[in-house]
């Protein structure tokens, strides 16, 4: 009640906590924040629960087209981080999202770091072939082909590798997206792959492919780097945009760690 948060906060120094919204003589929230003043989710913790009430894990949240309307509710749920995944959606949306955040933090005081996740050299992309999003029933079966079409059919995933399943076997397990859905190998045929759905879920566009068995990932090097082309121009992209953090995708040593941290460093002098 207000008798607990007044003696939660009424040890703590004035210094801690902004003044009242009418008293800001209109500085922006975001170089209050600069100054050392709490963002207002720290604030309201503080003031509610005291130094040790207060959470110190952020909440790092997947950011989509869905959930465009909800950010400031996100924000202010304790949302620490906005991940944009650069795998899916256009570049137009992926620069509203970000501009969106950061017009959280300029103009009502949120403190929420940008992140964005590099596509990454993963070979194995599916398609449904659909514009939007399909649903996996549990123990329907589908094929996973690389046979090319120009239309979708259904229970089918068009894989963009001829090889895709090569030292692949029955009984193994193929996990979409890290774990959206999950298929078991039922059949070969060819090079074709006849699954069946054990884990319900929902297959988007352009979905990645893992294959696992005994529980352990089945590793097969295909010989690209871990940043393509396309994730060069996405982390530019990102940089244009004042992101925070970039996240790396299929990393296979720490050289790609270093590469990226280099190239960093580089652009922070220009």
């Known amino acids: 009640g207000p008798m607990a948060t007044s003696a939660a906060t009424s040890s703590f120094p004035s210094y801690l906590f902004p003044p009242p919204a009418s008293r800001r003589s209109g500085a922006r929230p975001a170089r209050a924040a600069a100054e050392g003043v709490m963002d207002v989710v720290s604030e309201a913790e503080l003031r509610e629960k005291g130094f040790m009430g207060m959470r110190k894990t952020k909440l790092v949240c997947t950011v989509g087209p869905a959930c465009m309307d909800a950010l400031p509710a996100l ?50 992309v599916a398609d449904h072939g659909g514009a939007a999003s399909v649903k996996a029933e549990d123990c329907s079966e589908w094929l996973f082909t690389s046979k090319k079409t120009d239309k979708a059919h259904p229970i089918t995933m068009h894989v963009n590798f001829d090889k895709f399943s090569e030292g692949i076997l029955v009984g193994d397990e193929l996990v979409i997206d890290g774990g959206m859905a999950t298929f078991q190998v039922t059949e070969k045929i060819g090079s074709d792959l006849r699954c069946k759905c054990t884990d319900p ?70």
């Open 201 to 270: 879920g929902l297959l988007l566009p352009r979905a990645k492919l893992s294959f696992w068995r005994d529980g352990k990932l089945v590793e097969r090097n295909f010989g690209l780097p871990t940043l393509s082309t396309k994730d060069w121009a996405d982390i530019e992209f990102g940089i244009t945009e004042g992101v925070d953090c970039i996240a790396l995708s299929f990393v296979k040593d720490a050289n790609d760690i270093k590469s990226l941290k280099t190239y960093l460093s580089r652009r922070s002098l220009e």
């Open 75 to 124: 924000a202010r749920g304790g949302m620490g981080v906005a991940r944009v995944n650069l795998c899916h959606g256009g570049r137009d949306w992926h620069r509203a999202a970000m501009r969106e955040v950061r017009r959280l933090n300029d103009e009502e005081g949120f403190c929420v770091s940008l992140m964005v996740d590099t596509e990454g050299s993963q070979l194995l």
